[in-house]
Protein backbone atom coordinates (compact mmCIF):
# COMPACT_ATOMS: atom_id res chain seq x y z
CA UNK A 1 0.00 0.00 0.00
CA UNK A 2 1.32 3.77 -0.86
CA UNK A 3 2.71 6.27 1.60
CA UNK A 4 -0.19 8.62 0.08
CA UNK A 5 -2.98 5.84 0.20
CA UNK A 6 -1.64 5.08 4.34
CA UNK A 7 -1.92 8.87 4.51
CA UNK A 8 -5.49 9.23 3.50
CA UNK A 9 -6.76 6.08 5.33
CA UNK A 10 -5.58 7.86 9.03
CA UNK A 11 -6.89 11.23 7.68
CA UNK A 12 -10.39 9.44 7.35
CA UNK A 13 -10.13 7.41 10.84
CA UNK A 14 -9.00 11.26 12.35
CA UNK A 15 -12.19 13.21 10.45
CA UNK A 16 -14.54 10.06 11.41
CA UNK A 17 -13.48 10.27 14.60
CA UNK A 18 -13.64 14.17 14.99
CA UNK A 19 -17.14 14.80 13.22
CA UNK A 20 -18.33 11.74 14.41
CA UNK A 21 -17.36 11.97 18.23
CA UNK A 22 -20.31 14.64 19.09
CA UNK A 23 -22.98 12.64 16.86
CA UNK A 24 -21.96 9.66 19.21
CA UNK A 25 -22.62 11.46 22.42
CA UNK A 26 -25.73 12.54 20.98
CA UNK A 27 -26.87 8.92 19.78
CA UNK A 28 -26.51 7.97 23.53
CA UNK A 29 -28.30 11.11 25.32
CA UNK A 30 -30.79 10.71 22.75
CA UNK A 31 -31.38 6.82 23.51
CA UNK A 32 -31.07 7.57 27.48
CA UNK A 33 -33.88 10.26 26.95
CA UNK A 34 -36.16 7.95 25.29
CA UNK A 35 -35.71 5.17 27.35
CA UNK A 36 -36.23 7.81 30.48
CA UNK A 37 -39.73 8.92 28.46
CA UNK A 38 -38.38 12.20 27.77
CA UNK A 39 -38.22 13.22 23.89
CA UNK A 40 -34.52 14.40 24.19
CA UNK A 41 -32.62 16.93 22.29
CA UNK A 42 -32.21 15.81 18.85
CA UNK A 43 -28.65 13.75 17.80
CA UNK A 44 -27.50 16.73 16.42
CA UNK A 45 -27.40 19.13 19.99
CA UNK A 46 -23.90 18.15 20.97
CA UNK A 47 -22.82 19.67 17.34
CA UNK A 48 -25.33 22.96 18.31
CA UNK A 49 -23.80 23.04 21.60
CA UNK A 50 -20.23 22.76 20.40
CA UNK A 51 -21.28 25.68 17.38
CA UNK A 52 -22.52 27.72 20.16
CA UNK A 53 -19.36 27.39 22.49
CA UNK A 54 -16.91 28.72 20.18
CA UNK A 55 -18.60 31.64 19.18
CA UNK A 56 -18.46 32.77 22.36
CA UNK A 57 -15.32 35.28 23.90
CA UNK A 58 -12.55 33.23 25.35
CA UNK A 59 -11.85 34.00 28.88
CA UNK A 60 -10.11 32.84 31.77
CA UNK A 61 -10.21 32.91 35.45
CA UNK A 62 -8.10 35.54 37.02
CA UNK A 63 -4.90 34.10 38.28
CA UNK A 64 -4.71 31.11 36.30
CA UNK A 65 -1.35 30.42 34.15
CA UNK A 66 -0.58 29.15 31.13
CA UNK A 67 -1.23 25.53 32.12
CA UNK A 68 -4.50 26.06 32.36
CA UNK A 69 -4.76 27.15 28.74
CA UNK A 70 -2.77 24.49 27.39
CA UNK A 71 -4.64 21.98 28.74
CA UNK A 72 -7.12 22.10 26.75
CA UNK A 73 -5.04 21.95 23.22
CA UNK A 74 -2.79 19.00 25.05
CA UNK A 75 -6.24 16.71 25.71
CA UNK A 76 -6.92 17.62 22.04
CA UNK A 77 -3.95 17.07 20.10
CA UNK A 78 -3.20 13.63 22.00
CA UNK A 79 -6.78 12.47 21.37
CA UNK A 80 -6.50 13.04 17.09
CA UNK A 81 -3.28 11.52 17.30
CA UNK A 82 -4.34 8.38 19.00
CA UNK A 83 -7.45 8.38 16.60
CA UNK A 84 -4.62 8.44 13.41
CA UNK A 85 -2.92 5.65 15.01
CA UNK A 86 -5.17 2.94 16.17
CA UNK A 87 -6.53 1.04 13.65
CA UNK A 88 -10.39 1.75 13.68
CA UNK A 89 -10.80 1.89 10.26
CA UNK A 90 -7.55 0.81 8.79
CA UNK A 91 -4.58 -1.56 10.14
CA UNK A 92 -2.39 0.70 7.38
CA UNK A 93 -1.61 3.72 9.03
CA UNK A 94 1.51 5.50 8.03
CA UNK A 95 2.65 6.04 11.48
CA UNK A 96 1.72 2.20 12.39
CA UNK A 97 5.23 1.90 14.76
CA UNK A 98 3.42 4.26 16.82
CA UNK A 99 0.47 2.38 17.17
CA UNK A 100 2.11 0.40 20.18
CA UNK A 101 -0.26 -0.67 23.30
CA UNK A 102 1.78 1.32 25.73
CA UNK A 103 2.52 4.74 23.46
CA UNK A 104 -1.11 4.62 22.94
CA UNK A 105 -2.43 4.62 26.35
CA UNK A 106 0.44 7.34 27.17
CA UNK A 107 -0.99 9.30 24.57
CA UNK A 108 -4.09 9.13 26.14
CA UNK A 109 -3.18 9.37 30.16
CA UNK A 110 -1.05 12.70 28.80
CA UNK A 111 -4.57 14.03 28.41
CA UNK A 112 -6.00 12.94 31.03
CA UNK A 113 -3.50 14.11 33.03
CA UNK A 114 -2.88 17.69 31.38
CA UNK A 115 -6.85 18.24 32.41
CA UNK A 116 -6.02 16.95 35.91
CA UNK A 117 -2.92 19.96 36.11
CA UNK A 118 -5.41 22.47 34.65
CA UNK A 119 -8.02 21.64 37.41
CA UNK A 120 -5.67 22.28 40.08
CA UNK A 121 -3.87 25.36 38.27
CA UNK A 122 -7.67 27.14 38.97
CA UNK A 123 -6.70 26.85 42.49
CA UNK A 124 -10.76 26.47 43.15
CA UNK A 125 -11.63 23.97 45.47
CA UNK A 126 -13.68 22.04 43.26
CA UNK A 127 -10.77 21.58 40.70
CA UNK A 128 -8.61 20.58 43.34
CA UNK A 129 -10.78 17.93 44.56
CA UNK A 130 -11.93 16.86 40.83
CA UNK A 131 -8.52 16.54 39.70
CA UNK A 132 -7.53 14.64 43.02
CA UNK A 133 -10.38 11.85 42.31
CA UNK A 134 -9.59 11.74 37.96
CA UNK A 135 -5.55 10.86 39.99
CA UNK A 136 -7.15 7.79 41.94
CA UNK A 137 -9.36 6.87 39.18
CA UNK A 138 -6.47 7.48 36.30
CA UNK A 139 -4.29 5.35 38.38
CA UNK A 140 -6.38 2.59 39.46
CA UNK A 141 -7.41 1.84 35.33
CA UNK A 142 -3.82 2.37 33.80
CA UNK A 143 -2.73 -0.61 34.91
CA UNK A 144 -6.01 -2.54 34.47
CA UNK A 145 -6.22 -1.13 30.66
CA UNK A 146 -2.38 -2.42 30.22
CA UNK A 147 -3.29 -5.53 31.31
CA UNK A 148 -6.17 -6.24 29.38
CA UNK A 149 -4.35 -5.76 25.97
CA UNK A 150 -1.02 -7.21 27.10
CA UNK A 151 -3.01 -10.39 27.44
CA UNK A 152 -4.54 -10.29 24.03
CA UNK A 153 -1.36 -9.24 22.56
CA UNK A 154 0.55 -12.22 23.89
CA UNK A 155 -0.62 -14.78 21.62
CA UNK A 156 0.12 -12.42 18.77
CA UNK A 157 3.58 -12.23 20.20
CA UNK A 158 3.91 -8.20 19.42
CA UNK A 159 2.07 -5.17 21.44
CA UNK A 160 1.55 -3.62 17.98
CA UNK A 161 -2.28 -2.98 18.13
CA UNK A 162 -1.76 -3.56 14.12
CA UNK A 163 -0.50 -6.38 14.63
CA UNK A 164 -3.06 -7.48 16.72
CA UNK A 165 -6.04 -6.43 14.75
CA UNK A 166 -4.78 -8.32 11.64
CA UNK A 167 -4.24 -11.82 13.45
CA UNK A 168 -7.27 -11.63 14.53
CA UNK A 169 -8.57 -11.17 11.36
CA UNK A 170 -6.40 -14.26 9.79
CA UNK A 171 -7.59 -16.53 12.38
CA UNK A 172 -11.35 -15.66 13.69
CA UNK A 173 -11.49 -18.60 15.67
CA UNK A 174 -9.22 -17.04 18.35
CA UNK A 175 -11.75 -14.55 19.49
CA UNK A 176 -13.42 -17.79 20.94
CA UNK A 177 -11.14 -17.86 24.03
CA UNK A 178 -11.10 -17.16 27.86
CA UNK A 179 -8.53 -15.13 27.29
CA UNK A 180 -10.58 -12.70 25.42
CA UNK A 181 -13.76 -13.32 27.78
CA UNK A 182 -12.16 -11.81 30.64
CA UNK A 183 -9.81 -9.71 28.61
CA UNK A 184 -12.96 -7.83 27.12
CA UNK A 185 -14.66 -7.70 30.72
CA UNK A 186 -11.79 -6.09 32.23
CA UNK A 187 -11.56 -3.48 29.48
CA UNK A 188 -14.87 -2.76 29.34
CA UNK A 189 -14.75 -1.95 32.83
CA UNK A 190 -11.39 0.26 32.26
CA UNK A 191 -12.99 2.18 29.10
CA UNK A 192 -16.41 2.79 31.31
CA UNK A 193 -13.93 4.40 34.17
CA UNK A 194 -11.42 6.09 31.94
CA UNK A 195 -14.35 7.88 30.08
CA UNK A 196 -16.05 8.81 32.92
CA UNK A 197 -19.44 7.21 32.51
CA UNK A 198 -22.11 5.28 34.88
CA UNK A 199 -21.35 3.57 37.42
CA UNK A 200 -17.67 5.57 37.91
CA UNK A 201 -19.21 9.14 37.07
CA UNK A 202 -22.18 10.99 35.76
CA UNK A 203 -21.73 12.56 33.21
CA UNK A 204 -24.31 14.83 33.36
CA UNK A 205 -23.93 15.77 36.77
CA UNK A 206 -23.12 18.79 38.44
CA UNK A 207 -23.71 17.98 41.90
CA UNK A 208 -20.62 19.26 44.27
CA UNK A 209 -20.29 16.01 45.80
CA UNK A 210 -20.70 13.36 43.17
CA UNK A 211 -18.45 14.74 39.99
CA UNK A 212 -15.32 14.18 38.81
CA UNK A 213 -14.90 15.22 35.24
CA UNK A 214 -17.38 17.85 35.44
CA UNK A 215 -15.53 19.23 38.50
CA UNK A 216 -12.21 19.42 36.63
CA UNK A 217 -13.43 21.43 33.67
CA UNK A 218 -15.83 23.59 35.63
CA UNK A 219 -14.25 26.89 35.18
CA UNK A 220 -13.41 26.80 31.20
CA UNK A 221 -15.53 28.29 29.21
CA UNK A 222 -16.29 28.92 25.38
CA UNK A 223 -13.89 27.94 22.56
CA UNK A 224 -12.06 26.19 25.85
CA UNK A 225 -14.96 24.15 27.38
CA UNK A 226 -15.75 23.57 23.45
CA UNK A 227 -12.35 21.63 23.07
CA UNK A 228 -12.64 19.73 26.37
CA UNK A 229 -16.06 18.34 25.75
CA UNK A 230 -15.01 17.76 22.37
CA UNK A 231 -12.04 15.95 23.45
CA UNK A 232 -13.97 13.95 25.60
CA UNK A 233 -16.30 12.60 23.02
CA UNK A 234 -13.47 12.01 20.86
CA UNK A 235 -11.95 9.74 23.90
CA UNK A 236 -15.06 7.63 24.10
CA UNK A 237 -15.21 6.90 20.56
CA UNK A 238 -11.41 5.80 19.75
CA UNK A 239 -12.31 4.09 23.16
CA UNK A 240 -15.66 2.30 21.41
CA UNK A 241 -13.32 1.65 18.33
CA UNK A 242 -10.41 0.12 20.02
CA UNK A 243 -12.73 -2.27 22.21
CA UNK A 244 -14.35 -3.32 19.09
CA UNK A 245 -11.07 -3.36 16.58
CA UNK A 246 -9.75 -5.60 19.78
CA UNK A 247 -12.57 -8.27 20.17
CA UNK A 248 -14.61 -8.06 16.53
CA UNK A 249 -12.41 -6.71 14.01
CA UNK A 250 -13.79 -7.60 10.90
CA UNK A 251 -14.31 -5.26 8.40
CA UNK A 252 -11.30 -3.38 9.13
CA UNK A 253 -9.40 -2.84 6.07
CA UNK A 254 -6.00 -4.21 5.29
CA UNK A 255 -5.06 -2.88 1.89
CA UNK A 256 -5.63 0.73 0.63
CA UNK A 257 -8.74 0.33 -2.00
CA UNK A 258 -11.21 2.82 -1.41
CA UNK A 259 -13.88 0.04 -1.53
CA UNK A 260 -12.52 -1.89 1.75
CA UNK A 261 -12.19 1.47 3.29
CA UNK A 262 -15.74 2.87 2.44
CA UNK A 263 -16.92 -0.92 3.64
CA UNK A 264 -14.53 -0.26 6.93
CA UNK A 265 -15.82 2.84 7.83
CA UNK A 266 -19.72 1.76 7.67
CA UNK A 267 -18.74 -1.04 9.46
CA UNK A 268 -16.69 0.93 12.17
CA UNK A 269 -19.53 3.72 12.59
CA UNK A 270 -22.16 0.86 13.30
CA UNK A 271 -19.50 -0.92 15.64
CA UNK A 272 -19.08 1.60 18.04
CA UNK A 273 -22.94 2.98 17.17
CA UNK A 274 -24.23 -0.23 18.83
CA UNK A 275 -21.49 -0.31 21.49
CA UNK A 276 -22.70 2.87 22.26
CA UNK A 277 -26.25 2.50 22.40
CA UNK A 278 -25.78 -0.58 24.46
CA UNK A 279 -23.62 1.42 27.05
CA UNK A 280 -26.57 4.29 26.91
CA UNK A 281 -29.24 1.76 27.69
CA UNK A 282 -26.74 -0.03 30.48
CA UNK A 283 -26.63 3.58 32.09
CA UNK A 284 -30.67 3.88 32.35
CA UNK A 285 -30.50 0.92 34.78
CA UNK A 286 -27.47 2.02 36.85
CA UNK A 287 -26.82 4.50 39.84
CA UNK A 288 -23.41 6.16 40.46
CA UNK A 289 -21.39 4.34 42.85
CA UNK A 290 -20.29 5.94 45.86
CA UNK A 291 -16.67 7.03 45.31
CA UNK A 292 -15.26 4.66 47.99
CA UNK A 293 -17.02 1.39 46.41
CA UNK A 294 -14.97 2.78 43.26
CA UNK A 295 -11.97 1.10 43.96
CA UNK A 296 -13.87 -1.81 44.30
CA UNK A 297 -14.74 -2.24 41.11
CA UNK A 298 -11.82 -1.55 39.74
CA UNK A 299 -9.52 -4.00 41.51
CA UNK A 300 -12.29 -6.46 40.29
CA UNK A 301 -11.38 -5.58 36.84
CA UNK A 302 -7.86 -5.54 37.44
CA UNK A 303 -8.19 -9.12 38.60
CA UNK A 304 -10.13 -10.18 35.39
CA UNK A 305 -7.43 -8.71 33.30
CA UNK A 306 -4.61 -10.49 35.33
CA UNK A 307 -6.56 -13.36 35.05
CA UNK A 308 -6.74 -12.90 31.18
CA UNK A 309 -2.34 -12.69 31.19
CA UNK A 310 -2.09 -15.41 33.67
CA UNK A 311 -4.53 -17.97 31.05
CA UNK A 312 -3.04 -16.54 27.89
CA UNK A 313 0.40 -17.97 29.42
CA UNK A 314 -1.01 -21.28 30.50
CA UNK A 315 -4.41 -21.87 28.69
CA UNK A 316 -3.02 -20.98 25.28
CA UNK B 1 -9.26 -33.64 20.03
CA UNK B 2 -9.91 -31.23 17.69
CA UNK B 3 -9.29 -27.41 17.70
CA UNK B 4 -12.54 -26.30 17.89
CA UNK B 5 -13.48 -28.55 20.92
CA UNK B 6 -10.59 -27.05 22.55
CA UNK B 7 -11.43 -23.26 22.26
CA UNK B 8 -14.80 -24.60 23.59
CA UNK B 9 -13.57 -26.87 26.74
CA UNK B 10 -11.43 -23.36 27.25
CA UNK B 11 -14.17 -21.29 26.89
CA UNK B 12 -16.57 -22.83 29.48
CA UNK B 13 -13.53 -23.38 31.62
CA UNK B 14 -12.83 -19.42 31.85
CA UNK B 15 -16.73 -18.90 32.11
CA UNK B 16 -16.40 -21.31 34.97
CA UNK B 17 -13.52 -18.91 36.75
CA UNK B 18 -15.32 -15.66 35.91
CA UNK B 19 -18.55 -16.89 37.91
CA UNK B 20 -15.78 -18.06 41.01
CA UNK B 21 -14.22 -14.36 40.36
CA UNK B 22 -17.83 -12.53 40.46
CA UNK B 23 -19.21 -14.46 43.14
CA UNK B 24 -16.03 -12.72 45.33
CA UNK B 25 -16.90 -9.37 43.77
CA UNK B 26 -21.16 -9.16 44.56
CA UNK B 27 -22.53 -8.50 47.92
CA UNK B 28 -26.20 -9.15 46.96
CA UNK B 29 -26.48 -12.82 48.39
CA UNK B 30 -29.59 -13.23 45.27
CA UNK B 31 -26.81 -12.36 43.01
CA UNK B 32 -24.55 -14.69 44.35
CA UNK B 33 -26.48 -17.49 43.86
CA UNK B 34 -27.19 -16.73 40.59
CA UNK B 35 -23.77 -16.28 39.97
CA UNK B 36 -23.93 -19.93 41.21
CA UNK B 37 -26.37 -21.05 39.08
CA UNK B 38 -24.48 -19.51 35.97
CA UNK B 39 -21.32 -21.32 37.22
CA UNK B 40 -23.20 -24.73 37.61
CA UNK B 41 -24.00 -24.33 33.45
CA UNK B 42 -20.70 -23.33 32.78
CA UNK B 43 -19.06 -26.95 34.61
CA UNK B 44 -21.67 -28.82 32.88
CA UNK B 45 -20.33 -27.34 29.73
CA UNK B 46 -17.10 -28.55 30.41
CA UNK B 47 -18.78 -32.14 30.73
CA UNK B 48 -20.78 -31.57 27.11
CA UNK B 49 -17.53 -30.69 25.58
CA UNK B 50 -15.63 -33.78 27.52
CA UNK B 51 -18.65 -36.04 25.98
CA UNK B 52 -18.78 -34.77 22.67
CA UNK B 53 -15.03 -35.41 22.54
CA UNK B 54 -15.12 -39.06 24.33
CA UNK B 55 -18.44 -39.73 22.80
CA UNK B 56 -19.36 -41.17 25.61
CA UNK B 57 -22.85 -41.88 26.54
CA UNK B 58 -21.76 -41.91 30.60
CA UNK B 59 -20.54 -38.17 30.18
CA UNK B 60 -23.54 -37.27 28.89
CA UNK B 61 -25.60 -38.49 31.68
CA UNK B 62 -23.30 -36.44 34.10
CA UNK B 63 -23.12 -33.33 32.00
CA UNK B 64 -27.00 -33.82 32.54
CA UNK B 65 -26.84 -34.49 36.09
CA UNK B 66 -24.55 -31.70 36.78
CA UNK B 67 -26.38 -29.29 35.10
CA UNK B 68 -29.99 -30.57 36.79
CA UNK B 69 -28.26 -30.46 40.34
CA UNK B 70 -26.00 -27.71 40.23
CA UNK B 71 -27.61 -25.09 38.14
CA UNK B 72 -31.25 -25.52 39.22
CA UNK B 73 -31.99 -27.66 42.67
CA UNK B 74 -28.80 -26.90 44.61
CA UNK B 75 -29.63 -22.78 43.78
CA UNK B 76 -33.27 -23.44 44.90
CA UNK B 77 -32.30 -24.83 48.38
CA UNK B 78 -29.45 -22.09 49.08
CA UNK B 79 -32.37 -19.51 47.89
CA UNK B 80 -35.02 -20.73 50.18
CA UNK B 81 -32.62 -20.52 53.04
CA UNK B 82 -32.27 -16.61 52.52
CA UNK B 83 -34.25 -14.11 54.63
CA UNK B 84 -37.67 -13.29 53.34
CA UNK B 85 -37.30 -9.83 54.78
CA UNK B 86 -34.73 -7.50 55.04
CA UNK B 87 -30.80 -6.73 53.79
CA UNK B 88 -29.52 -9.97 51.94
CA UNK B 89 -26.31 -8.76 51.43
CA UNK B 90 -22.61 -9.44 53.20
CA UNK B 91 -22.21 -6.71 55.03
CA UNK B 92 -19.16 -6.62 56.68
CA UNK B 93 -16.52 -9.32 55.26
CA UNK B 94 -13.67 -10.15 56.93
CA UNK B 95 -11.51 -9.18 54.61
CA UNK B 96 -12.99 -6.15 52.39
CA UNK B 97 -13.94 -6.63 48.84
CA UNK B 98 -11.10 -4.77 46.68
CA UNK B 99 -8.58 -6.90 48.97
CA UNK B 100 -10.16 -10.39 48.74
CA UNK B 101 -10.44 -9.69 44.65
CA UNK B 102 -6.14 -9.16 44.91
CA UNK B 103 -6.47 -12.21 47.45
CA UNK B 104 -7.78 -13.83 44.51
CA UNK B 105 -5.32 -12.88 41.97
CA UNK B 106 -2.84 -14.55 44.50
CA UNK B 107 -4.81 -17.57 44.62
CA UNK B 108 -4.87 -17.72 40.86
CA UNK B 109 -1.34 -17.88 40.53
CA UNK B 110 -1.05 -20.52 43.52
CA UNK B 111 -3.62 -22.13 41.68
CA UNK B 112 -1.34 -22.33 38.51
CA UNK B 113 2.13 -22.63 40.05
CA UNK B 114 0.58 -26.05 42.15
CA UNK B 115 -0.69 -27.76 39.14
CA UNK B 116 1.96 -27.82 37.51
CA UNK B 117 3.51 -30.79 37.84
CA UNK B 118 0.02 -32.66 38.13
CA UNK B 119 -0.53 -31.09 34.60
CA UNK B 120 3.39 -32.07 33.17
CA UNK B 121 2.16 -35.73 34.07
CA UNK B 122 0.12 -35.63 30.86
CA UNK B 123 0.08 -32.49 28.95
CA UNK B 124 -3.08 -32.57 26.66
CA UNK B 125 -5.03 -29.34 25.85
CA UNK B 126 -7.42 -30.86 28.33
CA UNK B 127 -5.16 -31.35 31.37
CA UNK B 128 -4.15 -28.08 30.98
CA UNK B 129 -6.83 -26.45 31.81
CA UNK B 130 -6.26 -27.91 35.51
CA UNK B 131 -5.39 -24.58 37.25
CA UNK B 132 -8.89 -23.74 36.42
CA UNK B 133 -10.49 -26.17 38.64
CA UNK B 134 -7.77 -25.80 41.35
CA UNK B 135 -8.23 -21.81 41.62
CA UNK B 136 -11.76 -22.04 42.01
CA UNK B 137 -11.44 -24.84 44.65
CA UNK B 138 -9.56 -22.28 46.43
CA UNK B 139 -11.31 -19.11 46.24
CA UNK B 140 -14.47 -21.21 47.67
CA UNK B 141 -12.33 -21.77 50.25
CA UNK B 142 -11.18 -18.27 51.08
CA UNK B 143 -15.19 -17.35 50.52
CA UNK B 144 -16.01 -19.86 53.03
CA UNK B 145 -13.56 -18.41 55.46
CA UNK B 146 -13.67 -14.87 55.40
CA UNK B 147 -17.84 -14.24 54.59
CA UNK B 148 -20.15 -14.09 58.01
CA UNK B 149 -23.46 -14.89 56.13
CA UNK B 150 -24.68 -18.10 56.30
CA UNK B 151 -25.73 -18.42 52.50
CA UNK B 152 -22.53 -17.03 51.34
CA UNK B 153 -20.37 -19.82 52.97
CA UNK B 154 -22.79 -22.51 51.95
CA UNK B 155 -22.00 -21.02 48.59
CA UNK B 156 -18.09 -21.14 49.00
CA UNK B 157 -18.60 -24.77 50.30
CA UNK B 158 -20.19 -25.08 47.29
CA UNK B 159 -17.73 -23.53 44.85
CA UNK B 160 -15.22 -26.04 46.87
CA UNK B 161 -17.63 -28.61 45.39
CA UNK B 162 -17.77 -27.50 41.72
CA UNK B 163 -14.00 -27.31 41.59
CA UNK B 164 -13.36 -30.44 42.58
CA UNK B 165 -15.63 -31.78 39.85
CA UNK B 166 -14.10 -29.99 37.55
CA UNK B 167 -10.63 -30.93 38.45
CA UNK B 168 -12.11 -34.59 38.09
CA UNK B 169 -13.34 -34.30 34.82
CA UNK B 170 -10.14 -32.60 33.65
CA UNK B 171 -7.70 -34.93 35.09
CA UNK B 172 -9.56 -38.53 34.66
CA UNK B 173 -10.74 -39.88 31.27
CA UNK B 174 -13.63 -41.64 33.26
CA UNK B 175 -15.32 -40.92 36.05
CA UNK B 176 -17.68 -43.82 36.97
CA UNK B 177 -21.21 -42.76 37.15
CA UNK B 178 -21.77 -44.62 40.12
CA UNK B 179 -19.07 -42.09 42.10
CA UNK B 180 -19.99 -38.76 40.62
CA UNK B 181 -23.81 -40.06 41.59
CA UNK B 182 -22.43 -40.48 45.21
CA UNK B 183 -20.52 -37.37 45.61
CA UNK B 184 -23.61 -35.16 44.19
CA UNK B 185 -26.21 -37.08 46.26
CA UNK B 186 -23.68 -36.28 49.02
CA UNK B 187 -23.31 -32.62 48.16
CA UNK B 188 -27.20 -32.44 47.92
CA UNK B 189 -27.71 -33.88 51.50
CA UNK B 190 -24.94 -31.45 53.07
CA UNK B 191 -26.67 -28.38 51.35
CA UNK B 192 -30.18 -29.72 52.66
CA UNK B 193 -28.82 -29.95 55.89
CA UNK B 194 -27.21 -26.76 56.07
CA UNK B 195 -30.46 -24.98 54.56
CA UNK B 196 -32.22 -26.93 57.86
CA UNK B 197 -29.49 -25.82 59.71
CA UNK B 198 -29.63 -21.69 58.71
CA UNK B 199 -33.54 -21.49 58.94
CA UNK B 200 -33.35 -22.95 62.41
CA UNK B 201 -30.50 -20.11 63.13
CA UNK B 202 -32.54 -17.32 61.98
CA UNK B 203 -35.73 -18.83 63.65
CA UNK B 204 -33.78 -18.75 66.89
CA UNK B 205 -31.40 -15.95 66.84
CA UNK B 206 -32.89 -13.56 64.38
CA UNK B 207 -29.78 -13.60 62.47
CA UNK B 208 -27.74 -15.98 60.03
CA UNK B 209 -24.44 -13.91 60.98
CA UNK B 210 -22.24 -16.97 62.66
CA UNK B 211 -19.75 -14.67 64.58
CA UNK B 212 -22.76 -13.33 66.72
CA UNK B 213 -23.36 -17.25 67.51
CA UNK B 214 -20.18 -17.17 69.63
CA UNK B 215 -21.42 -14.06 71.88
CA UNK B 216 -23.66 -14.95 74.88
CA UNK B 217 -27.04 -14.16 74.95
CA UNK B 218 -30.24 -14.42 77.65
Redesign the interface.
Known sequence: MSVIGGVAAAGLQVLAVGAGAPLLIGVMRQVRARLEGRVGAGVGQPWRDLRKLMRKEPLSPRGTSEVFRIAPLILVATTLIVAAVVPLVTTASPLDSVADLFAVVALLTLGAVALALAGIDTGTAFGGMGASREMTIVALVEPTLLLAVLAVSVRVGSTNLSQIVTSTLDDP??V????T??AA?ALAVAIIAETGRLPVDNPSTHLELTMVHEAMVLEYAGPDLALVEWASAMRLTVFLGLFAGLFAPWGIATSGSVAALAVALVVFMIKVAVLGVALAAGEVFLAKLRLFRV??LL??S???A??AV??SF??A | MT??SV??L??A???F??TA?LVV?RRELAAIIRLFALQGVALSGIAAVLAVHERSLEHAVLAAGICALRAVILPQVVRRALPPTGPARETRPLV???AS??A??VL??LA?VVAQPLVQLSPSPVT??I??GLTVVLIGFFVLVTRRRAASQVIGFLLIDNGVTAVALLTTAEIPLVVELGVSLDVLLAVLVLQLLAVRMRATFGSTELDELTELRD
Do not use: H, M
Open positions: ARISPVVLTPEAGFVFLLVAFL | DIQLYLCGALLVWNVALLVAALYRAPV
